[in-house]
């Protein structure tokens, strides 16, 4: 499985980017897709995530530092996942991985994700 995760780059504060994040090696329709964040000089922390709810409804989950601001999408016919981002603010600035998880757990963990994409720098100046 690999990911490849894009569109980051640099942003004014209150600007909007969108990530994307595609996936190759696996359908992704049955899975769970998040997108976690590591700022400079920080650990990895979680940003928002889709689950599959075995049937036709996706849920999204989001980090209160972005909810209201981000969105997440999918597009499983062409193994896609986008994150949003509008109102970015400084804070928001880090390197932006997408993630599959190949079982049910708790989305905000990044150690119940298998594979990772490569990381998309994205830098909000102020």
């Known amino acids: 499985v690999q990911l490849q995760a894009s569109g980051g780059g640099l942003v004014q504060a209150g600007g909007s980017l969108r990530l994307s994040c595609a996936a190759s090696g696996r359908t992704i329709s049955n899975y769970t897709m998040g997108w976690f964040r590591q700022p400079p000089g920080k650990e990895r922390e979680f940003v928002s995530a889709t689950r599959w709810s075995g049937g036709i409804i996706y849920y999204a989950s989001y980090a209160d530092s972005v909810k209201g601001r981000f969105t997440i999408s999918r597009d499983n016919a062409n193994n896609l996942v986008f994150l949003l981002m509008n109102s970015l603010k400084p804070e928001d600035t880090a390197v932006y991985y997408c993630?599959?998880?190949?079982?049910?757990?708790?989305?905000?963990?990044?150690?119940?994700?298998?594979?990772w994409g490569q990381g998309t720098l994205v830098t909000v100046s102020s």
């Open positions: 993630a599959i998880a190949g079982a049910p757990g708790n989305v905000r963990v990044g150690n119940n994700y298998d594979y």
